[in-house]
């Protein structure tokens, strides 16, 4: 079955520099792999979503990149703002026919002024 | 618009008791339904799917169980609780034409003593 990790649980960085998370993939590669953003005690937000024929997306300070050859997805927050600390969480589909998502742990960001 | 509620949003239950937790999506039909849950220090794990009434998927076959009685309702329940079931438990859906990304409840948390 199709495994996700996301291998920092927990990232500090400095207001203004860039945050970059990363989630690798362990099975087949996904259609699509998909960003969403977690606070304390809410349900996750969804933020971007790439296809496997997409390296790259954006979203005003974010940005998203699929390697289907390294089976990972880099992502970015530019111009790192304290408001930006939260947990941010990789989805796949569960599986080629894509009815789920399965969920890294998810990296715990935080910037500092 | 399409709204998603679930409730009750804390309970505190002794072990052995039993689980009902309710969701309702509102403003679509037909979506595709999911439970989740956040154990402390845990990722978010699929529990169950529905893609339509009275057809659940399980994937996670512990003492919990799903029901679809409607087609915008999704009950998750246990005959008898476990101190393990402790856990933030949260409801989502799928949006039609949105291109997968899933929608989140408010989540219920839910404390067995």
């Known amino acids: 079955s199709q495994k996700i990790e996301q291998n920092s649980e927990a990232l500090n960085i400095q207001e203004g520099k860039t945050a970059t998370l990363t989630c690798n993939y362990t099975n087949y590669s996904p259609a699509y792999l998909q960003w969403y953003r977690q606070d304390p005690g809410r349900g996750p937000v969804f933020l971007l979503l790439i296809r496997e024929n997409e390296k790259e997306k954006r979203k005003e300070r974010l940005k998203v990149t699929f390697d289907t050859t390294l089976k990972q997805s880099l992502f970015h927050i530019t111009a790192s703002q304290p408001a930006d600390s939260a947990t941010y969480l990789c989805a796949l589909p569960i599986n080629q026919a894509g009815t789920a998502l399965i969920f890294g742990k998810g990296t715990t960001l935080s910037v500092s002024s | 618009s399409q709204t998603i509620h679930q409730w009750p949003a804390t309970l505190v239950q002794p072990v052995g008791s039993p689980l009902s937790l309710e969701c309702t999506v509102e403003?679509?039909?037909?979506?595709?339904l999911y439970w989740y849950r956040q154990a402390a220090g845990r990722g978010l794990q699929l529990l169950f799917y529905s893609v339509g009434i009275g057809q659940i998927s399980s994937e996670v076959p512990q003492n919990l169980s799903a029901s679809r009685p409607q087609d915008r309702q999704f009950i998750l329940s246990s005959k008898k609780l476990l101190l393990s079931d402790s856990g933030f438990y949260l409801c989502a859906w799928i949006r039609q034409g949105a291109g997968g990304e899933l929608f989140f409840g408010e989540g219920s948390r839910l404390t067995v003593l």
């Open positions: 403003g679509t039909s037909n979506p595709n």
